[in-house]
């Protein structure tokens, strides 16, 4: 096989050097220093060769490390024509469409930014949407975690389980998931307020959960808003214990503690996004991608 290098962001650089391992690849990190203005300068500690990987998710600060991926992608393109740029967690996947008439659609503007750089491929792990990755000018792979997370899931005992979406959009993860554990699964019907970010769920009420333990899978858990709702609406149909599965767990601010309060038993989420609920790993499906 040729030579492959995979480059650590510094977002990402344990799941960076997993993936180095599983390809048998180099590996090289990379050194950030932030100036007090909020300037990134990065430098990569070697020599990269071969065809090259630069692994970086871009949570907050999304923008600085969006800026940094960036960065490393220019670097690599300056030593091979193959760069592949892995974004575990892809920051602004939500801002897919003009949902609001003059909103801009920033995923296209990272898309077109991501090919200026000299990306060849792009890899990233459960995109928000499948409309978000037609903003791609070049081939884009989406990757899921769900198998992963199912198989987590699998080996507690749950009662009588049951997946749920919590909300119409996740119906096909929430298929997905419940396809690989082996059981059923159901989407509530949620509504946002696009203007003021406001979630409500407005399904009506449901017999079918009663007395079983819930798995809500969802892609991501921002401020918790979401999961918290669905939860006190499930706990209204008298279920048994819930249960979180998602992938990418920003949990800003004191979303987990919410989740917590709100009912939920254990919020478990892949590696992503490196934090307490991230056991789930993901470099096996990228390694796999690649
Ligand atoms: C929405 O469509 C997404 O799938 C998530 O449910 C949502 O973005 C989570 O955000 P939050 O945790 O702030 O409700």
């Known amino acids: 096989m040729s030579e492959i290098t995979v480059i650590g962001g510094n977002a990402s650089e344990v799941l960076a050097k997993r993936l180095a391992k599983k390809l048998n690849a180099n590996f090289i990190s990379s050194e950030l220093r932030v100036f007090p203005d909020g300037e990134s300068k990065i430098t990569i500690t070697a020599k990269p060769k071969g065809k090259i990987i630069v692994v970086n998710s871009t949570y907050p600060p999304v923008d600085s490390n969006f800026i940094q991926t960036l960065s490393l992608v220019t670097k690599a393109r300056q030593f091979s024509r193959q760069v592949i740029c892995v974004i575990p967690y892809m920051g602004y996947a939500r801002q897919d469409r003009e949902f609001l008439s003059g909103e801009i659609i920033t995923l296209s503007v990272i898309a077109k930014l991501l090919v200026a750089a000299g990306a ?31 198989s987590y899931f699998r080996r507690l005992r749950l009662k009588h389980p049951l997946v749920v979406s919590p909300d119409s959009g996740g119906k096909e993860r929430a298929a997905e998931f419940a396809k690989h554990y082996g059981t059923e699964y159901m989407a509530l019907v949620k509504n946002r307020d696009r203007k003021t970010g406001k979630v409500k769920i407005i399904s009506a009420s449901l017999d079918s959960v009663r007395g079983r333990d819930l798995i809500l899978v969802d892609d991501m858990i921002s401020t918790g808003g979401s999961i918290v709702k669905a939860t006190q609406f499930l706990k209204r149909q008298k279920c048994g214990k819930i249960y979180v599965a998602c ?5 800003i601010d004191s979303a987990g503690k919410k989740i917590k309060q709100a009912g939920v038993s254990a919020i478990i989420s892949s590696n992503t996004i490196p934090g307490n609920t991230s056991i789930v790993d993901v470099s096996g499906v990228i390694a796999k991608a690649i």
């Open 247 to 251: 992938t990418h767990a920003l949990l």
């Open 120 to 150: 060849s491929k792009i890899i990233v792990v459960d995109a928000h949407s499948t409309l978000g990755l037609k903003h791609f000018e070049i081939p884009i792979k989406n990757v899921s975690a769900v198998p992963e997370l199912a």
